[in-house]
Each structure stands twice: as structure tokens, then as C-alpha cells.
């Protein structure tokens, strides 16, 4: 796994609206299970698959998923702010 997960995993600002506009932006993505070694050399098929929207390609468990499909802030990768950071 390691150096993957540099690439992978990303950050987003937190939402700050309400739940029930939070629920509304879940229900606005169009949600598609994808297996990760399917997109992804550095995945391994070991890896559970994962829900993610076809439209802009948040994560349903992702703090993107509650912002409005296309208007999340741009997602920030770990490998991008992880400096001289060693696995």
C-alpha cells in the first residue's frame, strides 16, 4: 500500500451548511461502484471497491460528497503537502 496512498487520499475544507443541505448535495452526484486497481496501477485488487460520482469524481464517503455535484472546493492530495514525509 504506502506510497499509494500519497496519491490516493486527498483533503477537501469541511461543509459548513446545514444536514438537510448536505443531504441535498448527496442526492445531486451520480453515484458508480468502481473497483480501485481498475483506475489505479499503484491499487491492489485486495482493495474494497469503492462508491464514487461519474459526473466529478468525489467519493460517496468523502467530505466532497456533501458539497453539490462539481462544487467542492479542489481536493488537496497527502503528496502534495506531505513535504519530505517517509512511509
Known amino acids: 500500500m504506502g506510497r499509494a496512498w500519497l496519491k490516493l487520499a486527498h483533503f477537501v475544507k469541511p461543509f459548513n451548511g ?3 443541505e448536505a443531504e441535498t448535495n448527496i442526492e445531486s452526484h451520480s453515484w ?3 473497483h480501485l ?13 469503492v462508491v ?8 460517496a464517503e468523502s467530505e466532497q460528497s ?10 488537496v492530495a ?4 506531505s513535504g ?3 512511509l
Do not use: M, N
Open 18 to 20: 446545514t444536514v438537510e
Open 32 to 34: 458508480k461502484l468502481i
Open 37 to 49: 486497481h481498475e483506475r489505479y496501477p499503484e491499487a491492489q485488487e485486495s482493495w474494497p471497491a
Open 52 to 59: 464514487y460520482c461519474d459526473l466529478c469524481g468525489c467519493l
Open 66 to 75: 456533501r458539497y453539490a455535484c462539481g462544487k467542492a472546493p479542489k481536493p
Open 78 to 81: 497527502i503528496r502534495d503537502i
Open 84 to 86: 519530505d514525509f517517509r
